[in-house]
C-alpha cells in the first residue's frame, strides 16, 4: 500500500522557518511528482510547489524566494523549507503524489496533513 505521512508542521512567529516533510512509503518520491498544497479557510487546496520527478521545482509566486523543496532518495522524502513565513502562511498543508501506470492513467495520493500556523 501507498502511504505518505506529513510532519513538521506547528507554530512559527512571523518572520521563522518551519520544515515540513513528506515521508512516503510503498512508492519511490524520486520517480514521482511530489506537490505540496494547503488549504484556507472555506477554500479548495492550493499549489504551494512541486518537486517533478526529474527535480525540477514549482513554486506559487508567493512563496518564491521563501520556500525550498529537496529530496531524500535514501529517506524517500521530500522536504519543504519554509522561511520569513508570514500570516498568509497559516494554513494545513498537504503532501500529494501523483504516479502514472502505463496503460492506466495518473493516480494521486495525499497524506493527511500538517498543520502550520503563524503568529505573533
Known amino acids: 500500500q501507498i502511504h505518505l505521512v506529513e510532519s513538521g508542521g506547528g507554530v512559527a512567529q512571523p518572520g521563522g522557518s518551519l520544515r515540513l516533510a513528506c515521508a512516503a512509503s510503498?512508492?519511490?518520491?524520486?520517480?514521482?511528482?511530489v506537490a505540496w498544497y494547503r488549504q484556507g479557510p472555506g477554500s479548495e487546496r492550493i499549489l504551494v510547489a512541486r518537486l517533478n520527478k526529474d527535480g525540477s521545482k514549482e513554486y506559487v509566486d508567493s512563496v518564491k524566494g521563501r520556500f525550498i523543496l529537496s529530496r531524500d532518495n535514501a529517506e524517500n522524502t521530500v522536504y519543504l523549507h519554509m522561511d520569513d513565513l508570514n500570516l498568509a502562511d497559516t494554513a494545513p498543508y498537504y503532501c500529494?503524489?501523483?504516479?502514472?501506470?502505463?496503460?492506466?492513467?495518473?493516480?494521486?495520493?495525499w497524506g493527511q496533513g500538517t498543520r502550520v500556523t503563524v503568529s505573533s
Open positions: 510503498g512508492i519511490r518520491v524520486s520517480l514521482n511528482d
Open positions: 500529494n503524489l501523483v504516479t502514472v501506470i502505463p496503460g492506466l492513467g495518473e493516480y494521486d495520493y
